[in-house]
Structures are given as C-alpha cells and as structure tokens.
C-alpha cells in the first residue's frame, strides 16, 4: 500500500510509520513540525518514505496513486494545544476536510485520529461510543475537544454524502517511547520531574483516574480498525483505570526518586474520570490492550 499519513513525525503518528515501513508498504509523511520532531523519523528506512514539510490546512496534493489517508496531525496535549489554539481548531477543520478531500480525489481509504476528549468531562464511566460527552463548547480544552468533534463530523459526512471509505479511531491516553519531554501530560511530567529531582506536580487531589495504552498496542489497534468494515467511531485505549496520586507514587518508586509530591489546582474542565469502554473493539477487531 501506499499511505499518506498527516503528522507522521508526532508520538503516535511515528510509530505507525515504523509499522508499515516495516510491513513493505510506502508512506509519504506530511508534518508542519508545529509539535512532530524530525528527531522521531531518525531511525526508519527511507527507501520507501517521503517526507513533506507542509501544513495540510492548505491545499494537500500527492502525486501518484494513494492506497490510505491517515489524519493524525494536531497538537494532542493541554500544554500543546493551549499553546497553538488556532492551529488545534483549524487543523482538525481545514486539516480533516483538506485530508479527506484527497482521499476522495484518490479513491483511497481514510482514517481519522480522533480522541477521547470527545468527552469531556464524563458523567458515566466507562465511556461507550454512543455516550455523546460532557464538553464546555467554550472553555480552553474546547480548542482540541471541539476540532475533533467537528472532524468526526465531517468524516461521517464524506462517508455519507460522497462515499469515501472511513474509520474513526478514538484514542484514549497512550504512552510510550518518543513522547517529548516537555510533552505536558502526566507520564513524561512526572518521569522527567523524578529523574531531576524535582517535585511531581499533581494537579487537584491527584483522585481523578486515567488509562494508559502502551504504544505498540495503540498501533496494533488502529491497523485492525484501518482493515476492518467499520465506519462509526471506535474506542482505542486500556480499560485500566489509575489514580494519578498512585501513579505519582508508583514513578517514584521506579526510577528511585528522592521527589516529593506538590498539588495545584486543578485545570478548567480537566475531566475527573477518563475510562474506554472497548467492547466494539473486542466485539469487531478481536483487540484488546496486552500491556498493562
């Protein structure tokens, strides 16, 4: 297959290049590098890899056939998208409609990088797919949480309007190698505040849960859902609640860390529970996490 993968060159948008590269296919990566490092493309094969500094808000051309159009750019942390709010909004607009108006010029497949933070700040726990969220329209995570609402959106609308083949993957906390160190969420925060020594930041009293997916198992996800029939969303994430008080304490403990624990408020609209309900991916993609 050939692929064209918009922010190839961020955490998870990496991994997948490393995956079909590894697999025989050819991929052309498009990144902006607003918040994709070169750095993470360092070590893969480039005898089938085309690499586009390009921003897909404007008008994205390929040359040549194209198999798949995988959607992955936007800034994916709080710290990132509050950072880059506009460039969060537009490119998961401009971004998703300029991304699936190629798959539809192409004939190609489409799959669409969405998230959890669809949402929002939960009422029931776990989340299924067909819980429509608890999302403040208006408050500084609704830059991110809106976008990929909107693109969801519209990919359902080319699907349905013009036919294009789509899958939505909704993404749930994910960790693993080449997340950057300034990254902002709590995995590498707390990792790089124990091994210097500093105090781990726990935002409110540290009792709001999250679930953590290991990267390689993300990426086994997504390859069955881009080779499965279904178009609706679809969860992608560990069921495997944590406190983030006990995961502070278990970071400690691991890297042998002389760190204390500092509290600060916690963030507008910082959800207090995040939990995938997987049954549809174990029902239709025989998935489920294998790290805990």
Not at 28 to 33: A, I, K
Not at 56 to 66: A, K, P, Q, S, T
Not at 115 to 136: A, C, F, H, K, R
Request: glycine share 8%; charged share 25%; aromatic share 8%.
């Amino acid at each position: 297959m050939r692929i064209v993968i918009t922010g190839g060159a961020g955490f998870i948008g990496s991994h997948l290049v490393r995956r079909w590269l590894s697999e025989g296919h050819e991929v052309v990566v498009v990144d902006n590098l607003i918040t994709g490092r070169m750095e993470n493309l360092a070590d893969v094969p480039v005898d089938r890899l085309t690499v586009m500094r390009y921003d897909c808000r404007n008008f994205l051309y390929i040359e040549g056939h194209v198999d798949y159009v995988a959607h992955f750019a936007s800034p994916a942390s709080p710290v990132d998208y509050a950072r880059h709010p506009i460039e969060t909004m537009t490119v998961g607009a401009l971004g998703t409609w300029r991304t699936l108006g190629l798959a539809r010029a192409k004939g190609a497949k489409y799959i669409l990088a969405s998230t959890s933070e669809v949402y929002g700040d939960p009422l029931i726990s776990p989340q299924p797919e067909d819980y429509w969220g608890n999302v403040n329209p208006v408050g500084p995570r609704s830059v991110y949480d809106e976008a990929k609402r909107f693109a969801e959106a519209l990919t359902m609308a080319y699907h349905r309007c013009h036919g294009v083949d789509t899958r939505i993957a909704r993404i749930f906390n994910t960790y693993g190698p080449g997340m950057r160190y300034d990254d902002g969420r709590v995995i590498p925060n707390f990792i790089c505040q124990a091994l210097r020594g500093e105090p781990l930041t726990v935002y409110g009293d540290g009792t709001q849960t999250r679930s953590f997916c290991y990267i390689d198992d993300l990426v086994d996800g997504i390859e069955r859902l881009m080779h499965s029939d279904e178009h609706e969303p679809v969860n992608l994430g560990n069921p495997s609640e944590v406190r983030v008080i006990d995961l502070a304490h278990i970071v400690i403990e691991l890297t042998g860390s002389k760190s204390r624990i500092t509290f600060k408020p916690l963030p507008i609209d910082d959800p207090k529970q995040r939990c995938p309900d997987i049954t549809k991916a174990k029902r239709l993609l025989g998935w489920e996490p294998k790290v805990s």
